[in-house]
Each structure stands twice: as structure tokens, then as C-alpha cells.
């Protein structure tokens, strides 16, 4: 399976950004997309994920703010982020797997090249 996450700029504080994640390869062996980041300095932080049926779930700093939806292909994720912060800034990475409990690095066996999302205040 390879991954490429796309979508990313910079923008202003309260902004937003729609990240797209287009998956490709043996797409039916994975069950789940989620998206993580990292900021520099920082271990890489799970966003949220998005399973095959579309039931989401996200971290408690993304609850309210992002949206985790699929594309009508199926093969496709997007992070839509709202009310963009600076604390929002980092690189962003979609992941497919199909370990519990998708909400850590370890759950995941595919990972895309990240987008660089940067907000300024």
C-alpha cells in the first residue's frame, strides 16, 4: 500500500485547510486511515482515523475542529481542519492499518510522506 498525503500551506490563525490522502496497491488489506502529526521537536501525534464503514474518531485537540471524511472511491481520506491555530502547526501524515487501538504510531503498517501544515498568528 502506498500513501501520499498532499494539501498542506500556510496559512493564517482561524483558517482553514482540507488535506487529501489518496491511497494505492492492495487498498483492501487495510481497514483503517488515520492521520497523525508532528511538530519539530515533537513525537509524532495522532489526529484521528477514519474506519471502512466511515465511523471516525479524533483526539481530544482535534474534537470540534477537524473532520475525517472518505472520498467516494474509497481509496481516498481527507482531514478537512477548521479554525486553524498555531499550535495546529506541523507535519501531517495519513497512515493505513488494522490493529487496535489506531490511535498510536504502533497501529499502523503504512505510512504516506507527510504535508507540511504551518498557521500563523
Known sequence: VQLQASGGGL?????????SCAAS???????????FRQAPGKERE???FIGRSGGTYYADSAKGRFT???GNAKN???LQMDSLKPDDTAVYYCAAGSR?????????????RGTQVTVSS
Do not use: C, E
Request: glycine share 12%.
Open 11 to 19: 496559512v493564517q490563525a482561524g483558517a482553514s485547510l482540507r488535506l
Open 25 to 35: 496497491g492492495r487498498t483492501s488489506t487495510t481497514a483503517i486511515v488515520g492521520w
Open 46 to 48: 495522532f489526529v484521528g
Open 68 to 70: 475525517i471524511s472518505r
Open 76 to 78: 481516498t481520506a481527507y
Open 100 to 112: 487496535v487501538p489506531f490511535t498510536t504510531v504502533q497501529s499502523y503498517d503504512y505510512w504516506g
